[in-house]
């Protein structure tokens, strides 16, 4: 930033604070451009989300978003950039409160757009340098995804390039910024999603399909099976535990079966 004749000046400033928000901007004269980054994690599934889970994730997410956005409604921006997730476009397992926080910043960044104002909001995958997954188990669990889902990481390079078309004026309000073998990552699904469907890989002989199922048939260890399990629930699973009691829901189901069907050779299982 110094390089680029710029001043930097650095503030403390809790976004989920509106009043924190509202003296920053007070202390700055001109204002020309937003970079809404925020964001903390609380992973849990479903049944076990409560209200403390959701306000910690909202607060800087969406709650930090909208009061930048107030604070700054009578300045003329360039660029207003908020920082969501592609876990609001396709989800993640036990982030249905981080997912839901992201979407908040999608709604914004459009009805900014509708008024006639800058903004944009990027649902970013993960960061291979930077970021809440480039440390810690976060990125132990990217690193697993990975492995089965097709999904790699951002690069510096590839980041801040997505960021400079986002930001001009004729972009999107929402865009999503993740590198993806869609082949590996929709062949895990039963049935492609309509809004994914021109990614969807071409369809295979089935002569070639049943091949590859029967080489697969019993290729799939217990531990393996134990593996996915547990970065679905979040810990530890007994074997002989029903899903349920190790804290799966039915939306952890469907990812499970997903991940299994992906590892035998895309063999069709039910959910249950």
Known sequence: IQASGATPNLERCDTGEAMHVLRLAARASSISG????????????????????????????????????TAGATRAMDAVALFSSVAALLGGAGQANYAAANACLDALATSRRTQGVAATSVQWGAWAEVGMAARGAASERMAAIEATAGFSRIGLAQGLGALGIAVQHMS???????????????????EVPA??????????????????????????????????VKRTAGGAVDADAPLMEAGVDSLGAIELRNQLQGAAGDQSLPST
């Not at 903390?40 to 049944?47: C, I, M, T």
């Open 34 to 69: 937003v970079w809404h980054a925020a964001g903390v994690l609380a992973d849990a599934v479903l049944p076990n989300q409560d209200t403390s889970g959701l306000a910690y994730v909202y607060a800087p997410k969406a709650y930090g978003a909208w009061s930048l956005h």
């Open 172 to 190: 999107s309000p929402v865009l999503g910024m993740v590198p993806v073998r869609w082949s590996l990552f929709l062949s895990r699904t039963v």
């Open 195 to 228: 809004f994914l469907s021109a990614c969807a890989p071409q369809a295979k002989s089935e002569s070639t399909v049943g091949s590859r199922l029967a080489s697969a048939a019993c290729s799939i260890s217990l531990e393996a099976v134990l593996g996915m």
